[in-house]
C-alpha cells in the first residue's frame, strides 16, 4: 500500500505559477514511478507529467515546457512545478504511483491514488 496526500494547490491568475507538492508513504517501492494527473468535471482524468525514480521523465504535450515533475526520496516528496499557467489548466490534479519503469501518462497503469488539490486559473 502506497498513501499520497497532495497540496499546493490554488489560485492564480494566467501567467503565474504554483508548485504542488505530494508526500507519498507505505511501501515505496511501489511508487517507483509517479505521475500528476488532472480532471476537471467534464473531461476524464487526463496525465500530465511523470517520473521514473529521478532519472526519466515524460510530459503530455500541453505542457510545453512549462511544467516540471521532480521528486526528493529522502523526502517522500513529488513535485510539479508549474509556470506560465494558462487557465485552460484549470483542474483537480492528482499525484500517483506505479510500480511501472515506463513513465506512462495512462492512469489506468497507476495503482495508488491521492484525493487531489485543486487549481484555478483566472484570465
Known amino acids: 500500500q502506497v498513501q499520497l496526500v497532495e497540496s499546493g494547490g490554488g489560485s492564480v491568475q494566467a501567467g503565474g505559477s504554483l508548485r504542488l507538492s505530494c508526500e507519498f508513504s507505505?511501501?515505496?517501492?511501489?511508487?517507483?514511478?509517479m505521475g500528476w494527473f488532472r480532471q476537471t468535471p467534464n473531461q476524464e482524468r487526463e496525465g500530465v507529467a511523470a517520473?521514473?525514480?529521478?532519472?526519466?521523465?515524460r510530459y503530455a504535450p500541453f505542457v510545453k515546457g512549462r511544467f516540471t515533475i521532480s521528486r526528493d526520496d529522502a523526502k517522500n516528496t513529488l513535485f510539479l512545478e508549474m509556470n506560465n499557467l494558462e487557465p485552460q489548466d484549470t483542474a483537480t490534479y492528482y499525484c500517483?504511483?506505479?510500480?511501472?519503469?515506463?513513465?506512462?501518462?495512462?492512469?489506468?497503469?497507476?495503482?495508488?491514488w491521492g484525493q487531489g488539490t485543486q487549481v484555478t486559473v483566472s484570465s
Open positions: 507505505g511501501n515505496i517501492y511501489s511508487a517507483i514511478g
Open positions: 517520473i521514473y525514480l529521478s532519472t526519466t521523465t
Open positions: 500517483a504511483a506505479t510500480r511501472s519503469p515506463d513513465v506512462p501518462l495512462i492512469p489506468s497503469l497507476y495503482g495508488y
